[in-house]
């Protein structure tokens, strides 16, 4: 595997596991202001990236490359509003989507055309973590001076965490698969 290829594959899967903990420090700061939904829901966003950093890795070791295991930066751990958080959340997606197109730019100019078919399903993959971030997003703004309304979205947010844990049980089928 050509040595540009593996540097960035080694840095998006730190970034995988660096997401995990971004998320896991956004469902400790909706826990500690009673958003349980939220809480959840980000609880399972942050077990989806841990699974995406192990289709990472598999890969790499499917490849013969070598891991570069890095330091993960510490996440924040509160924000000023339940509003802010979403923000940074959409933020981080989109940082996400911009490193793995990075990676996909060097695999054509390298014509790894293999890294080029893995990259494919985080490309996809991105595109609906975009979206579902910046839905919740808007939710979010849409309600973010109205307790009620933050209330209800809260619930919302809770049924979406059962919802999603069904997929990320999917997502970890088929990480076993390949």
Not at 101 to 113: C, F, G, P, V, Y
Not at 162 to 175: F, I, L, T
């Amino acid at each position: 595997m050509n040595k540009h290829v593996l540097e960035g594959l080694n840095k998006q899967l730190n970034m995988e596991f660096a997401s995990a903990y971004v998320y896991l420090a956004m469902s400790s700061y909706y826990e500690s202001i009673d958003l349980e939904g939220f809480s959840e829901w980000f609880k399972v966003k942050a077990y989806e990236e841990m699974l995406h950093a192990m289709k990472i890795y598999t890969y790499i070791g499917d490849r013969r490359g070598k891991r570069d295991l890095m330091p993960i930066p510490l996440p924040a751990k509160t924000w000023k509003s339940p509003l802010a958080a979403a923000e940074d959340a959409y933020k981080h997606e989109c940082r996400v989507s911009e490193s793995i197109h990075s990676i996909l730019d060097i695999a054509r100019e390298h014509k790894d055309h293999s890294t080029e078919a893995f990259l494919h399903w985080f490309v996809m993959e991105q595109i609906e973590e975009e979206a579902e971030a910046d839905r919740i997003l808007q939710k979010v703004r849409m309600v973010a001076d109205n307790p009620g309304g933050l209330f209800m979205l809260d619930n919302y947010m809770m049924e979406r965490a059962k919802a999603d844990r069904v997929h990320g049980g999917k997502e970890e089928r088929d990480h076993e698969e390949q």
